[in-house]
């Protein structure tokens, strides 16, 4: 039985709260790195995270890369999309085939 | 050209060709294996890409109706509405094998069993764009999951098929290479030995019969 919650800015994940998911608010740098060590360290499947705070946390999110949970996926926060979470997808690519072969 | 440290034996020569035939059925293993991973890999990343794009945009749009949203209420009742979430929503996680790598299968588990139980305020006082951000995101949620799932098998699987191509190359352009040369260069020097061997023969014959002949 695995959780899933939700971090960001209030503005981007309070809808989520509907929908029976937990949300973790945070805006400082300080904050967002407390939330989510929090977040790993409890029951956690999947942590849908903004891309905007993806950014600060590129470190412990590439560690958690080889495990199976929790699955780190971003999301396009309230500030708009900046195409970090295609960008992972072009680096798992380019990682397994050896050059980018997606268009 | 790399020829290894061994003594130049019988013995060891059939050591080195044992590990020679080990050494390239390990390598097609291997490359069967990267071939099959590959394959995988590939048909889960486009899935992947087309999940993405799907979500971002269905998410792009839920936050535009919650920025209406919170510009037509106050920021107090929005609070209050989103406060007390009647829904719950957990996952179960599953283990499937994809070529010996484990990956995880998230299947919903939902605390209501009417998954449209998610509006968790009266409808009065709250502003449409608040419903509309809460429904489109509620779709999006079967979709989301499946991304989370595609997109951890496509980071673990990544990492598996380099891990593998390394190893097919290492026995592909190292190991088995040195094992050949080191094999030649064994068999030449057990030739050379039985030659020089039987060249002397032949000289300690003359020097005999000479010597017979001498007497």
């Known amino acids: 039985m695995y959780k899933i919650a939700v971090l960001g800015d209030r503005d981007s994940i309070c809808g989520f709260a509907c929908l029976g998911v937990e949300t973790a608010v945070a805006y400082s740098e300080n904050e967002i790195k407390e939330q989510f060590s929090r977040l790993i360290n409890e029951n956690y499947g999947i942590i849908y995270i903004t891309e905007q705070c993806a950014d600060i946390l590129k470190d412990e999110i590439s560690a958690l890369e080889a495990s199976v949970t929790p699955a780190v996926i971003l999301i396009p926060g309230v500030k708009g999309n900046t195409g970090r979470g295609m960008e992972n997808i072009g680096r798992a690519v380019e990682k397994a085939v050896g050059s980018l072969i997606l268009d | ?215």
């Open chain 2, 1 to 215: 050209m790399a020829v290894m440290n061994v003594n130049p034996t019988r013995m060891e020569l059939t050591n080195l060709k044992r590990r020679l035939v080990t050494a390239r059925r390990g390598h097609k293993l291997l490359k069967d294996k990267r071939d099959e991973l590959m394959r995988q890999f590939l048909e889960l990343v486009r899935e992947n890409k087309r999940l993405r794009e799907k979500v971002e945009k269905a998410i792009t749009e839920a936050n535009r109706h919650f920025s209406m949203a919170t510009a037509s209420m106050s920021e107090e009742s929005l609070a209050v509405s989103l406060m007390m979430p009647s829904q719950r929503m957990s996952i179960e996680v599953n283990e499937k094998n994809i070529m010996s790598v484990k990956t995880p299968v998230f299947v919903p588990e939902y605390k209501l069993a009417d998954k449209g139980e998610i509006y968790s305020y009266g409808l009065a006082f709250t502003s449409g764009d608040l419903d509309e951000g809460v429904r489109s995101l509620s779709e999006i949620m079967p979709d989301m999951l499946r991304l989370a799932e595609v997109e951890k098998t496509c980071q673990l699987l990544s990492t598996e098929i380099e891990k593998t191509r390394r190893r097919v190359n290492a026995l592909e352009y190292v190991m088995i290479p040195d094992y050949e040369d080191t094999i030649r260069f064994i068999t030449m020097k057990l030739d050379e030995n039985e030659r020089s061997n039987t060249t002397r023969l032949m000289k300690i014959k003359d020097m005999m019969l000479q010597s017979s002949q001498g007497i």
